[in-house]
């Protein structure tokens, strides 16, 4: 039997056991609680986050050079800018099939862009049998598939063809080959396809050839073989295949009779070549391509109904126009839409239909700057293509008032088909449809000359070319 010690506030062993045992009933109690508090928010969580509703709010189809990496940006930014709190991209086929995911928490809702980009053309069967929101494409829309899809109005007019970007290749040489600056448009279909072998046959020094292409699924080869190859031949077998741009500059820096195509950040220290297509040989540069003057330039599309059932079509290629989605076009290193000047001559130019002509446009452009933004017509009409019109309404104004209103010339061009004098006569007539666009923007044009047939930029052989030459030029003096 424990005695009771001579010490106030010691408390017998038999008391201290039980108070022990009460404070870890209670200690208990208490871990369980939180145990299930826990449980109970970790399942309310993953109920939460199982009921999450998915819905696809847009589809885009078409045209992989854009769809492979441009328009998932492009379509992450978007949501982002909805509001979403996160996105995921969770890729469904490699480089062709994605869906763009945006998390909308308090909605419960996650919203989806869906992404197919298998070509052009799948685009336009995709907006002909309703599976697509948005056709993307790196080529003009063909006749066929404007009458195809006219039950969802003029594919060609303003409200249905979008120009989202333009794309354009550099040819390169190693900077130590001595063959001449310039190449035309043919010559360069033979050396790639494998007609022309050795150096020999171009005034080089004797060699072999050799071949430097971007791989199968790049936007590059794809722009490079639509504007040189065509239907006409295919890329000869003997060519390296790279996967990027850098890798291939790269090869073609090591080999003093390599020639290449890349994009135009990666040309490096080689020599680029100007290019001809029934023209003067011409550079590639930022300005070159956004004049669209560069042969081997094409343009990137978004076609749309042109009265969507879908909110989200006209507001996501709203957003793709402007600043905020051009700079993911640069990011891309396309070509944004931006307008720029570029002064000087515009060109040595040693034919000439009529030379009184050509010199009243050179007499007429001295001293002046000319804008990045060429005026171009729908086929052989006066009316301004969906490009030129959206410059005009968005960028060109907006250019020309921030500069204060300088003196502006327009120069008009026609192609050569038909007589001289009526085309001269239709250059003319374009130049003053632009006239008349600025004067109902309340902007006085100085001057408007017409220049007729004359310093063509493409080969007047082809549709493409001639669509080209049909341009009116812009020119500032400050």
Not at 236 to 249: C, G, H, K
Request: neutral net charge; hydrophobic residues 40%; proline residues 3%.
């Amino acid at each position: 039997m424990l005695k009771r010690l001579g010490t106030e506030g010691v408390i017998p062993l038999q008391q201290q056991n039980r108070n022990l045992c009460a404070i870890h009933t209670v200690y208990t109690a208490i871990l369980a609680g939180l145990a299930v508090v826990v449980f109970w928010g970790i399942t309310l969580d993953a109920c939460s986050a199982a009921t999450q509703t998915k819905k696809t709010i847009l589809r885009l189809h078409g045209s992989n050079t854009i769809g492979a990496k441009l328009a998932p940006d492009l379509a992450k930014a978007f949501l982002i800018k909805m509001g979403a709190v996160s996105v995921e991209q969770v890729n469904l086929a490699a480089n062709t099939e994605m869906n763009i995911e945006g998390t909308f928490p308090e909605q419960n809702l996650v919203q989806v862009i869906e992404i197919k980009a298998h070509g052009s053309t799948t685009g336009f069967q995709g907006l002909e049998q309703g599976q697509c929101d948005i056709g993307m494409a790196s080529r003009k829309i063909k006749e066929k598939e404007v009458k195809k899809l006219s039950f969802l109005g003029d594919m060609t007019g303003l409200a249905s063809e979008h120009v989202l970007a333009l794309d354009g290749v550099a040819v390169i040489v190693n900077a130590a080959n001595p063959v001449a600056s310039n190449i035309d448009v043919d010559t360069l279909r033979d050396i790639f396809c494998g007609k022309i072998t050795d150096w020999s046959e171009l005034n080089g020094t004797p060699g072999k050839i050799n071949l430097y292409a971007r791989d199968e699924a790049s936007g590059t080869h794809d722009t490079f073989k639509s504007l040189v190859f065509g239907k006409k031949c295919s890329l000869s077998s003997s060519a390296a295949r790279f996967d990027a741009n850098t890798e291939l500059s790269q090869a073609v820096d090591r080999d003093v009779n390599g020639i290449g195509y890349t994009g135009l950040p990666y040309v490096a220290s080689n020599k680029v070549l100007g290019v001809s297509d029934g023209g003067m040989a011409i550079r590639p540069n930022v300005f070159t391509v956004s004049t669209e003057d560069y042969p081997l330039t094409r343009r990137l599309h978004f076609y749309t109904p042109a009265n969507p059932d879908n909110q989200y079509t006209r507001r996501f290629v709203s957003f793709a126009l402007q600043k905020e989605g051009q700079e993911y076009v640069k990011k891309h290193h396309f070509v944004e839409l931006t307008v720029s000047t570029q002064g000087g001559n515009p060109g040595d130019f040693d034919q000439s239909q009529n030379r009184a002509v050509l010199e009243r446009y050179l007499n007429a452009i001295q001293r002046a700057e000319r804008l990045s933004s060429n005026i171009r017509f729908k086929n052989a009409q006066n009316e301004l293509d969906s490009k030129a019109f959206y410059d005009l309404e968005h960028r060109i104004v907006d250019f020309l008032w921030e500069n204060k209103l300088p003196q502006i010339i327009l120069a008009g061009f026609a192609d050569n088909k038909g007589d001289y004098w009526q085309n001269h006569k239709l250059s003319c007539e374009r130049a003053k449809s632009v006239q008349r666009e600025f004067t109902s923007r309340g902007i006085r044009v100085h001057e408007i000359v017409c220049a007729g047939e004359e310093a063509p930029v493409a080969s007047n052989e082809t549709a493409l070319g001639r669509e080209k030459n049909r341009r009116v030029e812009i020119w500032i003096r400050r």
